[in-house]
């Protein structure tokens, strides 16, 4: 498995940015497709994006799509969200995920088998 640590939440007015970083060690995290995934309280896990190993394909849910890019450096072993025009529906714990894949996305949170521990995304009107 992979270890993943996320990093860069914090607290942002709407209409801001924010970019979170997803550090990767362990196996080799090239071979991995990568997903970020939020929770509000209150409220069920939900897919924000996710991108395949290489990088060349990438999806979005409709609510974040055109406001957030999923991107990676696999030289840094690291996959980046970077998130603009958030809005106060933005807040939540952002987790990334990890899957060994040689290429495909996958939208949904059963199809990964590594966590990271989440950071704190709010949204403040």
């Known amino acids: 498995q992979v270890q993943l640590v996320e990093s860069g939440g914090g607290l942002v007015q709407a209409g801001g940015s924010l970019r979170l970083s997803c550090a990767a060690s362990?196996?080799?995290?090239?071979?991995?497709?990568m997903g970020w995934f939020r929770q509000a309280p209150g409220k069920e896990r939900e897919f924000v994006a996710t991108i395949s190993s290489s990088g060349s394909r990438t999806a979005y849910s409709d609510s974040v799509k055109g406001r957030f890019t999923i991107s990676r450096d696999n030289a840094k072993n690291t996959v980046y969200l970077q998130m603009s025009s958030l809005k106060p529906e933005d807040t939540a714990v952002y987790y990334c995920?990890?899957?060994?894949?040689?290429?495909?996305?996958?939208?949904?949170?059963?199809?990964?088998?590594?966590w990271g521990q989440g950071t704190q995304v709010t949204v403040s009107a």
């Open positions: 995920a990890a899957r060994l894949d040689s290429g495909r996305t996958y939208i949904y949170g059963s199809s990964y088998d590594s």
């Open positions: 362990g196996r080799t995290s090239s071979s991995y497709a």
